[in-house]
């Protein structure tokens, strides 16, 4: 196949992308975006997104870079409000409430919606405090069954066994497959309903990677898991669901959700062209 | 923590193709079966039930192609599903050959067949099925020195077959009026004689699961 014959148009009409998505069965939806757009300043950075995301199923969001993944992301626990000069359209819904809006405690929507970064980023104390952080915040303390908190999120994150006798020692000589779970475990220590993951194993190497992707099998039956990834791979490999995201057009690059469904169904037998060029490798 | 997910996914593929393989021994069972009895409706029912069998076996493909697709097997893994491809293949096979047998019952009908030549049919079939028990556990056990030493046992199945074809040939040139009836029978001995081949097969892809290699099993 020759260079020319790869390149694939990077334009799909909305109306087009959307017959691709593919409404749940259950009813049993964890978050809903319901024709959500984002904007910074004039630029929409993400058109008229819909997609239901299920309770404790590991939802995929892949593409190529610059189609609004991580935004995506980002808009589901407002973290997307730090940036200057944002403004939205549409409405997401975390357990059928509206979190988009003047009235919404955005603070309680971070504690329900934890998030995990690209790079492991522990908080220079120790490995104990690092996870009694949140739990603090909101008045914890050792009385009131912190110790307890910290164990249950360290053991979550499958990390109990190898800090339990350094649990007063710095963070920061983790190693980086162990910081990032102990960011999990930070996460899961204000006990969230959802947690996303940016990116997660980008800065792992391999066997790190794996264990990340083991924990996350076992996390989902407690939480409800979104994970963006540039890894292709990565996504069919621990995903129930993958949503598939470009962006429209070369000149107005606004991020839409190309097609999204069972990961099996997007690997296997995709509905859209663009998606099927793009697992497949021949663009993006 | 060593792809533990993947692991308990690979190990499903093997619990579905032994209900597969179970699946189709009972259908080589119950058609022998009928045949003896001349059981017209079990026969049907048998014939109608095979699609049954098929869908398992589309199911099993189904799922191993969406392991291919999402967990990137390599080295061993990626040859035991390919294996499993192979396997389902054949083992769909040896059931269609019993809805054969079924099929010939169905046309026989209620017509007297010689009782030596039934034990004969019956004998194949048992030396067919236990090679393909033995292929199954050679299968799960990732056997392939049992894998090579079963397709040996295929010879004895071609004995049987070369028996009743020279039997039923002697038959048909003493009696013109036989010929027709010993036609179908000649073709059940047939679809039995083909079940030692895909065991054979069978045995040929468990070699190849356990040691890269791919090449015709040693029959004799």
Known sequence: ?284 | MARETFERQLQAMVDQVLVLGSMVEQAVLDSLDALKRRDLKAARRIFEGDYVINEKRYAIESGCVTLIATQQPMARDVRFLAAILEIITELERIADYAKGICKITQIISEEAIDPVLIDELQQMSNLALDMLRRALDAFVAGDADTAREIPKEDSKVDKLYNQIYRNLMEQMTKDISTVDRANHIMWAAHNLERMGDRVTNICERIVYVATGEMRELDTT
């Not at chain 1, 870079?65 to 549409?90: A, Q």
């Not at chain 1, 309680?108 to 490995?127: A, E, L, T, Y």
């Open chain 1, 1 to 284: 196949m020759t260079e020319e014959q790869r390149r694939v148009p990077l334009s799909i009409p909305l109306d087009i992308a959307q017959k691709n998505v593919d409404p749940l069965v259950s009813p049993d939806n964890k978050i809903e975006f319901r024709d959500y757009s984002f904007y910074y300043r004039k630029f929409k950075a993400l058109g008229n997104i819909s997609m239901q995301i299920p309770t404790n199923q590991i939802t995929a969001i892949i593409g190529p870079s610059g189609c609004g993944k991580s935004t995506l992301l980002r808009s589901i626990n407002r973290m997307n409000d730090l940036v200057p000069n944002v403004h939205t359209e549409g409405d997401i819904f975390l357990n059928g409430e509206n979190i988009i809006g003047q009235g919404v405690d955005v603070v309680d929507v971070r504690r329900r919606v934890g998030m995990v970064f690209q790079r492991p980023n522990p908080f220079p104390k120790s490995i104990y405090d690092n996870v009694a952080y949140g739990p603090r915040l909101y008045g914890f303390n050792r009385h009131d069954g912190l110790d307890e908190i910290v164990y249950n999120a360290l053991k979550q994150a499958a990390l109990w066994d190898e800090v339990k006798d350094k649990l007063h020692q710095s963070a920061m000589a983790l190693s980086g497959g162990q910081q990032q779970r102990l960011c999990i475990s930070r996460a899961l220590a204000v006990e969230p309903e959802v947690v996303l993951m940016d990116e997660p194993a980008s800065a792992l190497d391999p066997v790190a990677t794996l264990k990340i992707e083991e924990l996350m099998q076992t996390l989902k039956e407690t939480y409800t898991i979104i994970i963006v990834t540039h890894n292709m791979q990565q996504a069919a490999r621990v995903s129930d669901r993958t949503a598939f995201m470009m962006i429209d057009d070369p000149e107005r690059r606004t991020g839409i959700l190309v097609e999204y469904g069972s990961t099996a169904q997007i690997f296997t037998n995709p509905k859209n062209k663009q998606t099927e060029d793009y697992v497949t490798g021949r663009f993006g």
